[in-house]
């Protein structure tokens, strides 16, 4: 039987490539499942209703892994979660306006790095900073929201890649320039990178049910069956 | 207690354009979600292996109801459904192509009307040829295609409006221009329009899950609550 396949950084980004270059995909469509996915995931590792009481802070990064975590507020809140979101640095285009737009208009807090937060509301982390095309040591800019990262007491749950983690090689050996997460929960989007066989916590998923057929193929991915319409399967 | 509203199709159209012009969607994002719940509502009716075992036919119109169309066809097929299209006027612009392109490239088969069908081998059949915007009588060009739905023995699954039905008023009394379906099947996608109180097949859903709480208080929708993650909900 054969197993699941963890991509390496150039297999993860010609993937990803060939779903707009060659599928016709638009950023907009599987962002919105990738984003669907991961908020489900969440919600299925974290139902409890303390969860869901309390605060979901989303840390989100200035590319699509943070896009990623913007469409998973928006789903959380309609699934009565409570999301507030740190975003220190906005991506750039419409796309990345509309997100934050969506998630304003649907009463969802930004938060600014100086703003009192109270910790203790907090039950929920989502790291949606950087994705698969990340390389470390992280740039100094980030340098203490990844420490912060490091430091709390709630589940953290990381979007596709434990951020500042290689790809490939996993969390980053580099003599502490580059602190370690260590999350709780890990979706994996369209497929697992080599980095996930680190991964130590609780519940890993894989989501963004959208990958054809032909392309897992090529790419032999070898991805395990969904069951019935569910947009997230649980492999560990 | 708040019934659900049921929209005239001048809220419709206004509920569309603000999620839009005010709430900063792409009609690309809610129209992945849109067809996402129409497939789910699909399986979640017709969930025997029979209907997966035949073709599911989506007769798909040139406007955003068979765009929705051309989304649940690539969610069904991820689902382990059939599908093929009849899509006789494609849609203008970038969006209509790229979402047959990825049908095309998903080996879902598009089939012309002169093509020779096997209508035995036909299990289920989507009606998303008009929208919430079609008034009545059918335009010259859609009649034959209305008037053959009317005839299969299949069940029907219409996208938010039985196709050739005044949105409010519900099934054409026109003397027969205009062919009178009956679906088995209804998903209104957002909220239900005024003409869906005439619907009298088995499975009513609501989908599209992504209606902001603002919105819906603005229009008092009264949606029914969503169970947990789902993303259609049966209300008949």
Same mark, same amino acid.
């Given at each position: 039987?054969?197993?699941?396949?963890?991509?390496?950084?150039?297999?993860?980004?010609?993937?990803?490539?060939?779903?707009?270059?060659?599928?016709?995909?638009?950023?907009?469509?599987?962002?919105?499942?990738?984003?669907?996915?991961?908020?489900?995931?969440?919600?299925?590792?974290?139902?409890?209703?303390?969860?869901?009481?309390?605060?979901?802070?989303?840390?989100?990064? #200035?590319? *699509?892994?943070?896009?990623?975590?913007?469409?998973?507020?928006?789903?959380?809140?309609?699934?009565?979660?409570?999301?507030?979101?740190?975003?220190?640095?906005?991506?750039?285009?419409?796309?990345?306006?509309? /997100?934050? =737009?969506?998630?304003?208009?649907?009463?969802?807090?930004?938060?600014?790095?100086?703003?009192? /937060?109270?910790?203790?509301? @907090? =039950? @929920?982390?989502?790291?949606?900073?950087?994705?698969?095309?990340?390389? #470390?040591?992280?740039?100094?800019?980030?340098?203490?929201?990844?420490? *912060?990262?490091?430091? @709390?007491?709630?589940? /953290?749950?990381?979007?596709?890649?434990?951020?500042?983690?290689?790809?490939? =090689?996993?969390?980053?050996?580099?003599?502490?320039?580059?602190?370690?997460?260590?999350?709780?929960?890990?979706?994996?989007? =369209?497929? #697992?990178?080599?980095?996930?066989?680190?991964?130590?916590?609780?519940?890993?998923?894989?989501?963004?049910?959208?990958?054809?057929?032909?392309?897992?193929?090529?790419?032999?991915?070898?991805?395990? *069956?969904?069951?019935?319409?569910?947009?997230?399967?649980? @492999?560990?």
């Amino acid at each position: 039987m054969s197993t699941i396949k963890y991509l390496s950084q150039t297999e993860a980004i010609n993937v990803d490539q060939e779903l707009f270059n060659e599928y016709g995909f638009s950023v907009d469509q599987l962002m919105e499942l990738a984003g669907l996915s991961v908020a489900i995931s969440i919600v299925k590792s974290y139902s409890e209703q303390s969860f869901k009481d309390g605060t979901t802070l989303l840390v989100c990064g #200035p590319g *699509n892994n943070g896009g990623d975590g913007l469409v998973a507020a928006r789903h959380l809140k309609l699934f009565g979660y409570k999301p507030v979101i740190h975003y220190p640095k906005q991506g750039k285009g419409q796309l990345f306006q509309n /997100l934050v =737009t969506q998630c304003l208009k649907m009463d969802i807090t930004f938060i600014s790095e100086h703003q009192q /937060l109270n910790w203790n509301d @907090i =039950t @929920i982390v989502v790291d949606a900073l950087f994705g698969f095309s990340y390389r #470390p040591p992280v740039r100094a800019e980030f340098y203490d929201i990844l420490s *912060n990262l490091t430091k @709390i007491k709630c589940p /953290l749950v990381s979007v596709d890649i434990p951020s500042g983690w290689n790809v490939e =090689t996993g969390p980053s050996d580099d003599g502490g320039k580059t602190p370690v997460l260590q999350p709780d929960c890990l979706v994996s989007l =369209t497929a #697992p990178k080599q980095c996930a066989t680190h991964f130590g916590g609780r519940f890993h998923w894989i989501g963004g049910r959208f990958v054809p057929p032909s392309l897992a193929k090529k790419y032999q991915l070898n991805l395990p *069956n969904y069951e019935g319409t569910e947009q997230c399967l649980r @492999i560990k």
